[in-house]
Structures are given as C-alpha cells and as structure tokens.
C-alpha cells in the first residue's frame, strides 16, 4: 500500500497528524494528500536520508510509525460495497474523503434549513427527519451521548411540522448559513461515529435499490458498476426512458471481447449519456464524475480519484 498526492482518507489524516507532530507539517488535518502533505513527506524523506519522491510507501511509512511494518489499507476497504459506494458518492457531494464525508454539514444557503451527512438529508425534504429519526429508534444511546442536554430541544424539533423545523434549523446559524456551536461540533460528531454511518447507509436505501435494479436493467456485474449507478440514482435520479434506449443502442454496437472490457465500455456508454440528459450548464460536471467512476480514477471538483485503491470499487463481480 502506498499513499501520494491525491490519496484520502482517515490514514492520511493520521499520516498529517504525525508530520505535524515533527513540525513538518502546519496544513489542515483534513485527510487530503495535497501538494502541503507531499512537501512535507519529502522534508521528512530528508531528513531521514531516504530516497525523495514525497510517496509513503513501506519504509516511510515504518520510519514515520516504527512499529508498523507497512502503511495500512484504508479501512474503508473491509466495508460492504453498498457502503463504499455511499462513501465515494458522499465525497462528491461534499468534497470530503470518508470519513469526513458523514459529517458534512451546511445551513439555509439552499432553502433547505440544514443539510447533514454524506448526502446531505435535510429538513426542507423530509430526509434528515427520517435519518435522526432512526437514529433516534435504533441508536438512542449515541443520540443522547453526542447531543446531551441539547437533545430534547432537537427531538421537541422534530416532532413538529415542517415549518417549526425549518425555523429551529434557522435558528442554530449566522446569517452566512454557518451553524452555531455546540450545534456543529454535535453533528460533526455523530457523523463519525459507526451507527451514524451506518443510519446514513440505512437511509440511503431507496437510491441503493435504484441502483440495483438499474444494474439488472443494463446487465452492468460489478462493484465499480454499482457505485456509478449508485451515483446516478442519487445525483440525477435515475435515467429517463428515451435515455435508456439511447444506451441500449450503444451498447447493442459494443464490440469488446474481453469480459472485463465490455464491462468498462457499457460503464462508459451508460455515463456518457446520463450525461448528455442533464441540464446544460451541468452536463461536464456529470460527465467528469461519471466517467471517473466508469475508468475507475479521475479528478472530480479538484480532487483526484483512484477507486479500487481509496475505495475498493473494482470491476469484481457483483451479484444484485
């Protein structure tokens, strides 16, 4: 396992930490292997009279932590693929690497009240009612642990209607939409905690069963299929009838033999065209991030995208 610039994820965030505790490092703890982590890999690489390159590989990465042979793989890597795939598209929503992703957080910038997680539920649909409401249900414990005495102000919240709701969301933040603390450090808080991952996936249920049958429908067999699809049932919805037939028509023209090969193609036919039904000012954006999934990497809003190395979306075989 090797880590370098463009890699994420909660073991380049413990990679930051360490840097920054030999002081070569003073960027953010964010989880983001940018050109700050790299220039201070290659400051520790000489210093430590090893060869330059800004790559952790295993001899950094045993320098770094003498007790640790090798550099970890992502522990992302030992969840179910409907949870990697809910990961990869949050970091996209969101802009943030897991764990980060579970824990966005924005206030009224949309009309929406306030949005939380890797998919941002929000009160102005209902979905961040429903997500609290099952942590409420299944994880009382962790609700009470996280949200403390603020707790029976949140659930007096949500028992009301739509517009007390959207009022108290009001409530917690500036005028720029930035929620107040502790409000803030609470949700972030619950976002990294396993059962508020594991609510998000739970809810997320519904996008999942689209993107299963939507593999069913175009015979797309993999891990890395199921996320686009997965992206596609979230970001756009689906894919519209007269779209579908426009995918049936290229891939009916695939002229790949390698199993493998066929599968990348159909992935691109199936991207290229959800894209092209979007609207127009978002067409690139949805192609870029369609066409990341599809070749398996790829930089999206800045970010660049290894899938099968930060995530574990692979063309393996995926059974619906």
Same mark, same amino acid.
């Given at each position: 396992?090797?880590?370098?610039? #463009? ?9 930051? !930490?360490? @840097? ?8 953010? =703890?964010? #989880? ?37 042979? +090798? ?17 990869? !598209?949050?970091?996209?929503? !969101? ?8 824990? #966005? @957080?924005?206030? /009224? ?9 890797? @998919? ?74 396993? +059962? ?13 069963? !689209? ?19 997965? /992206? =596609? ?17 290229? =891939?009916?023209?695939?002229? +790949? ?5 066929? +599968? ?37 809003? #800045? ?18």
């Amino acid at each position: 396992m090797r880590y370098l610039r #463009g890699s994420n994820g909660e073991e380049v965030a413990r990679l930051q !930490t360490r @840097l920054a505790e030999l002081r070569l490092y003073a960027g953010p =703890i964010d #989880g983001k292997f940018g050109g700050g982590t790299e220039i201070a890999v290659r400051r520790f690489q000489q210093q430590s009279g090893l060869a330059v390159d800004g790559v952790v590989g295993g001899e950094t990465w045993q320098r770094l932590f003498p007790a640790e042979v +090798e550099p970890p793989a992502p522990a992302l890597l030992k969840q179910p693929v409907e949870f990697r795939s809910l990961a990869l !598209t949050g970091a996209f929503e !969101t802009d943030s690497p897991p764990p980060e992703c579970f824990c #966005g @957080l924005s206030g /009224d910038f949309d009309g929406e009240g306030l949005s939380f997680g890797a @998919l941002q539920f929000n009160f102005g649909q209902g979905t961040l009612q429903a997500l609290l409401g099952t942590m409420e249900r299944r994880y009382g414990a962790v609700m009470e642990d996280v949200f403390g005495d603020r707790l029976p102000i949140l659930r007096a919240a949500l028992a009301s209607g739509r517009d007390e709701q959207l009022a108290f969301a009001r409530s917690i933040q500036d005028p720029r939409f930035r929620v107040h603390e502790p409000w803030r450090g609470m949700f972030v808080t619950l976002g990294r905690t396993a +059962e508020g991952q594991q609510a998000q996936l739970e809810a997320a249920s519904d996008y999942m069963r !689209t993107a299963k049958r939507l593999c069913t429908r175009f015979q797309v067999t993999t891990a890395r299929g199921l996320a686009l699809m997965f /992206d =596609i049932a979230v970001q756009n919805g689906g894919i519209p009838t007269v779209t579908a037939a426009l995918i049936d028509r290229d =891939i009916a023209h695939l002229t +790949e033999s390698n199993p493998l090969d066929a +599968e990348v193609a159909r992935l691109r036919a199936v991207a290229n065209r959800r894209a092209e039904t979007a609207k127009p000012r978002w067409v690139e954006d949805v192609r870029t991030r369609k066409l990341c999934i599809a070749d398996g990497e790829g930089r999206v809003h #800045g970010s660049y995208y290894q899938l099968e190395q930060q995530y574990g979306l692979a063309l393996t075989p995926f059974v619906v």
